[in-house]
């Protein structure tokens, strides 16, 4: 299958905001971590839609630390951008900032790097998605860190063995 026109990071930027309600939370009134990752992955899969412009489902969440709670009351802010495209996956990278309702104690509390796989609409199977072209400096510095990343998910995954790792196994090399 051909593959779809490239596309810039802002053609499918995503951004949203929930306000964290009695419900979203634990007794200690902090938001749940499962309602957090919950609305990571909305707002990436929504970010991941528009670059594939086909279904797309998660395939992978690398890690995410919960280190500053967001209480009740308070609004959380999720922005969405893809990273880099391979071949029927992308990654997309989710920060999340939280708030009071009146603008007050802003802070960023989350952030994590999604990967979407783009399926056939009638068939199901993964197909190609576009390229992403990026721009900015900061788009430049997570596209090509990308790589580094898939490699070891796809090790963690036991998609990839580690000697097939180059990429990474550079990394190593530069760092000893
Ligand atoms: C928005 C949502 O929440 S959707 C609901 C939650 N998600 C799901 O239910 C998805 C269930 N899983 C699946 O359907 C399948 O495992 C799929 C589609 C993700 C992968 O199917 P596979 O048969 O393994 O496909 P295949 O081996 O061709 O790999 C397809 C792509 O997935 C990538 N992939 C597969 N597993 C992983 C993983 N654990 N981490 C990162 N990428 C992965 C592969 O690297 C490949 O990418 P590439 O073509 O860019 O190199």
Redesign the pocket.
């Known amino acids: 299958m051909s593959r779809p026109a490239p596309k810039r990071v802002a053609e499918s930027s995503t951004t949203m905001s929930e306000l964290v309600m009695p419900n979203d939370t634990n007794p200690q009134g902090n938001l749940m971590g499962g309602n957090m990752l919950r609305w990571m ?1 909305i707002c990436c ?1 929504i970010c991941a839609g528009k670059h594939c412009a086909k279904p ?5 969440v690398d890690n995410v630390a919960f280190q500053s709670a967001i209480k009740n009351g308070e609004v959380i802010t999720l922005e969405a951008n893809v990273t880099r495209a ?4 992308i990654e997309v990278y989710v920060e999340v900032f939280a708030a009071t309702m009146q603008g007050t104690h802003p802070r960023r509390t989350h952030h994590a790097f999604f ?3 783009a ?1 056939d609409r009638d068939n199901g199977s ?1 197909v190609p998605v576009p390229e992403l072209l990026p721009l900015t400096d900061i788009e430049q510095q997570r596209y090509e860190a990308a790589l580094n990343r898939r490699e070891l ?2 090790v963690l ?1 036991g ?1 990839l063995k580690p000697e097939q790792a180059g990429q990474l196994q550079e990394l190593f090399r530069q760092q000893a």
């Open positions: 992955d899969a797309v489902v998660t395939a992978s391979f071949n029927t996956s990967t979407f796989v399926l993964p998910r796809l995954a998609r």
